[in-house]
């Protein structure tokens, strides 16, 4: 931040500062005009050779705000044209251009925030390295991977972090596809809406959020369930770090309202 200078009220001390450094600067032009007249025609500088030795410029910094997360190396290239606002979601939402059909339910899409890459299982990715983009990439995953899902395996390679509980993961989706497994019962998801938010946390590389939706349940009642929802920026993009190797997130019943309310 600029300091404020303050002027000093005392003028006869600024008066004669100002006195004499005008007297210096008239004596220095003085003494380089002089040494310009008398210097020797072999002691004049050579430009080309001045320019030789000249060292060479340095980078220019980068500039917060205008290099930002468009230099990164991203998972995918649509990244690029993602916002690099880095502003809270913690009091306000990100905005959405549209709640898509994915899944069993709907999500958000933003073309801000992502996901700007959509798979054939219909969950997408590519999300900004943003507060608002990791939102829109725990509301994406919390709805469409699920090793029970479309296409459960791809979408399970490309949003959850690695390690062994993502390869648990991909073994459950192996055993449910071949029939080995039983697949969880869609209808809760079906009838699923989104409530909103809390924000956990949201550093530059990690985040997690509460987020709460509204169910039927088996008997038709209509109850609220949140689910925790941990993220890490990984091989350029938001990434699910698992609960376990059963369970992407941790899921129970709702006892508070969400801090932010967000939905279609």
């Known amino acids: 931040m600029k300091q404020e200078r303050t002027q000093q009220k005392n003028r006869p001390r600024w008066l004669g500062a100002a006195v004499a450094v005008g007297v210096l600067a008239a004596l220095v032009i003085m003494a380089l005009l002089v040494r310009t007249i008398t210097v020797e025609p072999n002691e004049q500088a050579n430009p080309a050779e001045e320019n030789a030795h ?8 980068e500039v917060d705000g ?4 468009s230099s990164e190396d991203f998972a995918y290239p649509c990244q690029a044209e993602l916002s690099t ?3 809270s979601v913690e009091d306000k939402a990100p905005e959405v251009d549209e709640w898509v059909s994915a899944g069993y339910n709907v999500v958000p899409m933003s073309t801000d925030f992502g996901g700007c890459e959509k798979r054939d299982s219909g ?9 608002a983009g990791a939102l829109m990439a725990a509301a994406n995953y919390a709805v469409v991977v699920d090793p029970s899902g479309t296409e459960a395996q791809d979408s399970i390679k490309v949003a959850v972090a690695e390690g062994p509980d993502r390869n648990e993961l991909l073994d459950r989706a192996e055993q449910i596809s071949s029939g080995s497994a039983p697949a969880t019962d869609p ?6 809406e989104f409530d909103g938010y809390d924000v956990r946390e949201a550093s530059k590389d990690r985040a997690s ?6 169910f039927d349940n088996d008997a038709g009642v209509r109850q609220q369930a949140v689910g925790q929802v941990d993220l890490v920026w990984e091989d350029g993009d938001w990434r699910v770090e698992p609960a376990s190797g059963q369970q992407l997130m941790t899921v129970d019943f709702a006892t508070t309202s969400p801090s932010v309310t967000w939905g279609p």
């Open 85 to 87: 606002d880095a502003g």
């Open 209 to 214: 959020f509460n987020i709460y939706m509204s």
């Open 123 to 131: 969950l997408r990715v590519g999300y900004a390295h943003t507060p």
């Open 66 to 69: 205008l290099l930002g997360s």
């Open 54 to 61: 000249a060292p060479a410029s340095e980078a220019a910094p």
């Open 187 to 192: 209808a809760a998801m079906r009838s699923a």
